[in-house]
């Protein structure tokens, strides 16, 4: 059988971090509740599985949820925040095919401030340069874009690419993983301007994966203007989260939790085939929330390739991006930022 499904999976909510965009280590999930192997083991065959938290690191068990997890799925990626060096290099020397992505969120005053971990951006990109000097190969970090980090985002990707890493974006969005709802871009401005930056110097690249991840990042100055998704959210029929009590979630992109069942209670296919999981589905294709992550936008940028494909076209072509062209602001409003020096008053947090 062809493994196509996406899958995310969410072994704890516990954190050491302090984000100031998340409030998961508010409400951890206790150690007993958390996600056993037993019920790994019902997870279904997939192309794709993302390991995440919470710090999936503070698991001590994430080994054998690894090995666990590779007799049903082509690749793994673990999003951490890097502070627990040993284990993740422990475990990469165990499993070297794994994915390893940490999240950065600036350079260390902003990394720090915005995670609220002590000594967090010297732990992180220690592991980094650790991870590169052991010959590990799947390595990358990211960066969750706000005005805060602004200013860190272009220095954060030259940095990837002295390493010879892979640098993957996103930008705030409110949900009940998150257990957030004041998350917000008020200085959208500022912000697509940082994108717009970024997406010329992937455009310019030579690497083609770079010229899509230039699309994504489109699609997150579409989000953060409030717009539409530019692909259809397929999330519950595509791709999948399971929390770390066994629920099966379309996303981690909803307000409230939209359970399709329990694997403590059910078989996969019986939650995954059952009149539950299709009224999820509906409830998925008439959400007007047009999140922009990675988890339902890769899928979607696959199953319709030739979306992304023909603006890199159009856009290698041109020459380049432009907020003007593609409408988020007018010309006017540009050059009028471009040239005030009081625009960090302008556009005050």
């Given at each position: 059988?062809?493994?196509?499904?996406?899958?995310?999976?969410?072994?704890?909510?516990?954190?050491?971090?302090?984000?100031?965009?998340?409030?998961?280590?508010?409400?951890?999930?206790?150690?007993?509740?958390?996600?056993?192997?037993?019920l790994?083991?019902?997870?279904?065959?997939?192309?794709?599985?993302?390991?995440?938290?919470?710090?999936?690191?503070?698991?001590?068990?994430?080994g054998?949820?690894?090995?666990e997890?590779?007799?049903?799925t082509?690749?793994?990626?673990?999003?951490?925040?890097?502070?627990f060096?040993?284990?993740?290099?422990?475990?990469?020397?165990?499993?070297?095919?794994?994915?390893?992505?940490?999240?950065?969120?600036g350079l260390?005053?902003?990394n720090?401030?915005?995670?609220?971990?002590?000594?967090?951006?010297?732990?992180?990109?220690?592991?980094?340069?650790?991870?590169?000097?052991?010959?590990?190969?799947?390595?990358?970090?990211?960066?969750?874009?706000?005005?805060?980090?602004?200013?860190?985002?272009?220095?954060?990707?030259?940095?990837?690419?002295?390493?010879?890493?892979?640098?993957?974006?996103?930008?705030?969005?409110?949900?009940?993983?998150?257990?957030?709802?004041?998350?917000?871009?008020?200085?959208?401005?500022?912000?697509?301007?940082?994108?717009e930056e970024?997406i010329?110097?992937?455009?310019?690249?030579?690497?083609?994966?770079?010229?899509?991840?230039?699309?994504?990042?489109h699609?997150?100055?579409?989000?953060?203007?409030?717009?539409?998704?530019?692909?259809?959210?397929?999330?519950?029929?595509?791709?999948?989260?399971?929390?770390?009590y066994?629920y099966?979630?379309?996303?981690?992109?909803?307000?409230?939790?939209?359970?399709?069942?329990?694997?403590?209670?059910?078989?996969?296919?019986?939650?995954?085939?059952?009149?539950?999981?299709?009224?999820v589905?509906?409830?998925?294709?008439s959400?007007?929330?047009?999140?922009?992550?990675?988890?339902?936008?890769?899928?979607?940028?696959?199953?319709?390739?030739?979306?992304?494909?023909?603006?890199?076209?159009?856009?290698?072509?041109?020459?380049?991006?432009?907020?003007?062209?593609?409408?988020?602001?007018?010309?006017?409003?540009?050059g009028?930022?471009?040239?005030?020096?009081?625009?960090?008053?302008?556009?005050?947090?």
């Amino acid at each position: 059988m062809k493994r196509t499904l996406y899958g995310s999976v969410i072994i704890t909510y516990r954190c050491n971090a302090r984000c100031n965009m998340c409030n998961c280590f508010r409400d951890p999930s206790k150690p007993e509740e958390e996600l056993s192997l037993d019920l790994i083991k019902k997870l279904p065959e997939m192309a794709f599985t993302n390991i995440t938290g919470g710090e999936p690191f503070i698991r001590t068990d994430i080994g054998d949820i690894v090995k666990e997890l590779y007799k049903k799925t082509n690749r793994i990626v673990i999003s951490t925040n890097g502070y627990f060096t040993d284990r993740i290099l422990a475990l990469c020397e165990e499993f070297p095919e794994v994915g390893i992505r940490i999240s950065i969120e600036g350079l260390q005053a902003a990394n720090d401030r915005i995670r609220g971990l002590p000594n967090g951006f010297d732990r992180g990109y220690g592991t980094l340069r650790k991870l590169a000097a052991s010959g590990h190969k799947d390595v990358g970090f990211g960066c969750t874009v706000q005005e805060m980090n602004t200013e860190d985002l272009i220095p954060l990707y030259k940095l990837s690419e002295e390493l010879g890493m892979e640098f993957a974006t996103a930008a705030l969005h409110n949900s009940f993983y998150f257990r957030k709802t004041t998350n917000k871009i008020k200085d959208r401005l500022k912000v697509s301007k940082a994108f717009e930056e970024l997406i010329n110097k992937l455009l310019k690249s030579n690497s083609p994966k770079k010229w899509f991840r230039a699309y994504f990042n489109h699609g997150l100055v579409n989000y953060i203007y409030g717009n539409k998704r530019y692909l259809p959210c397929e999330m519950g029929s595509n791709g999948f989260f399971v929390d770390p009590y066994g629920y099966v979630l379309p996303c981690n992109g909803s307000s409230s939790k939209m359970s399709m069942g329990n694997l403590k209670d059910k078989s996969w296919d019986e939650i995954w085939k059952s009149k539950k999981a299709d009224e999820v589905r509906k409830k998925v294709k008439s959400c007007t929330k047009n999140c922009w992550m990675i988890g339902s936008a890769a899928p979607a940028m696959k199953q319709r390739i030739w979306v992304p494909m023909l603006w890199v076209i159009r856009h290698k072509l041109k020459g380049g991006y432009s907020l003007c062209e593609n409408k988020f602001i007018d010309t006017k409003e540009y050059g009028n930022y471009e040239n005030r020096n009081d625009r960090a008053e302008r556009y005050s947090v």
